[in-house]
């Protein structure tokens, strides 16, 4: 099983997860534009999150757990580091979608050549969105129904 290392912007905080995410996607909702839009990271910033799904289980903080800073949005409860505002990840408030947790994708540590596993599947809330996007994915007007969204397409 791979072992998949990441840090922050800074280097302030450092994660490891265990194996493939189930899958990445991009999205395109208010509460993943407001919080990228505070790192100071210009990739962060693109008009979109990136993240990639877990088990809460297979992520470790290794250092820096007294640099994250909580926000509270939106039902979840998002994780940033205190120096330079990268999300580190977030989690549903609701104790019952808990296992799975949603981690940065731009703060993993991939020697220049991102793993197949961590191609994004989807779009998610691209309703929302603030920037089009030409690629070949499906484009969830909010979420797909796995996700507890309405699971329906945007007609682009």
């Not at 505070?38 to 910033?45: E, F, G, N, V």
């Not at 549903?92 to 197949?116: C, M, Y």
């Amino acid at each position: 099983m791979s072992n998949y290392l990441g840090k922050c912007y800074c280097g302030a905080v450092e994660f490891s997860c265990d194996g493939d995410p189930f899958f990445t996607q991009h999205c395109h909702c208010n509460k993943c534009r407001e919080i990228a839009s505070i790192s100071t990271r210009d990739i962060d910033k693109v008009g979109y999150g990136f993240t990639a799904a877990y088990l809460t289980s297979h992520f470790n903080i290794i250092s820096g757990s007294d640099n994250l800073e909580e926000i509270i949005r939106n039902n979840s409860k998002l994780l940033l580091c205190k120096s330079c505002h990268s999300l580190i990840y977030g989690i549903s408030l609701d104790p019952n979608k808990q296992a799975g947790i949603g981690i940065n994708v731009n703060n993993f540590l991939f020697n220049n050549l991102t793993p197949k596993s961590f191609s994004p599947v989807r779009h998610i809330w691209y309703d929302d969105r603030v920037v089009n996007i030409s690629d070949n994915l499906p484009k969830f007007k909010d979420a797909p129904k796995e996700q507890f969204g309405s699971g329906e397409l945007c007609d682009e």
